[in-house]
């Protein structure tokens, strides 16, 4: 089985620190696979993957397949992302499982479209005992059982300042933000109806497209800090 296959790295160790890095070929493996890093144990900043696809079974990211006990902090992605299980537009599957939990996820972006089989999401298929704070998702998600805009299932998790804006499709569990809640707590995000009519969530605040393009839709969002907004012109982006 080909796994841990990474545009810049395969495994990314936890010393291991991923910066200023970009990716522009297509990524192709089984399991762990990601655009920026197979699976990531360290840390990925300002990193940004523009290849044509990334494709595997399962843990397959945008940025990484996998992310243990780690950090991604101001990835973008751009690659079209394919998978079976645990499919993502920024990670596959994401776990903290410390106490308290730290954020793993912050401040990044989803641009291509994502499909998987089950654990589908814009931003992460999987979320577990981890945190995941100030992201978006605009790429379309389709999957099969559980399929969320920004996260397919999410366990004792805390998600805080997200949005999708993109169409979702799915058979089971399907919400336009998060397929499924386990335990966990939703904050301050957000989905486009008119995309994707689905609640999938308490916790989670459906917009038209009007509303979206409103900075005073985005409750709890750092406007002129973390985020900026062209009132009715642009959807919320970060700094």
């Given at each position: 089985?080909?796994?841990g296959i990474g545009g810049i790295a395969g495994l990314n160790l936890g010393d291991g620190i991923i910066t200023d890095s970009q990716n522009y070929g297509s990524i192709l493996g089984e399991k762990s696979v990601g655009g920026i890093a197979g699976a990531n144990r ?198």
């Amino acid at each position: 089985m080909l796994t841990g296959i990474g545009g810049i790295a395969g495994l990314n160790l936890g010393d291991g620190i991923i910066t200023d890095s970009q990716n522009y070929g297509s990524i192709l493996g089984e399991k762990s696979v990601g655009g920026i890093a197979g699976a990531n144990r360290g840390e990925i900043f300002n990193s940004i993957n523009f290849g044509e696809f990334v494709q595997g079974l399962t843990n397959v990211g945008g940025i990484a397949g996998q992310n243990f006990e780690a950090t991604i902090f101001r990835a973008l992605n751009f690659s079209n992302v394919e998978g079976e299980n645990y499919t993502g537009g920024v990670t596959g599957v994401s776990e903290e499982n410390t106490s308290p939990l730290k954020i793993s996820i912050s401040e990044s972006v989803n641009i291509g479209a994502v499909s998987g089989g089950r654990y589908t999401g814009g931003i992460s298929g999987y979320l577990d005992y981890d945190r995941a704070a100030d992201s978006y998702n605009v790429g379309p998600v389709s999957g099969e059982y559980w399929t969320g805009g920004g996260f397919g299932l999410i366990i004792g998790s805390e998600v805080s300042r997200t949005y999708s804006s993109a169409e979702v499709m799915g058979s089971l569990q399907t919400g336009g933000l998060l397929g499924i809640n386990n335990t966990s707590q939703v904050t301050d995000s957000f989905f486009n109806e008119a995309l994707a009519p689905l609640a999938g969530s308490t916790g989670i605040t459906p917009l038209s497209n009007d509303e979206m393009a409103k900075l005073e839709s985005f409750t709890g969002f750092d406007f002129g800090g973390t985020w900026e907004i062209i009132p009715d012109e642009s959807y919320p982006f970060l700094q």
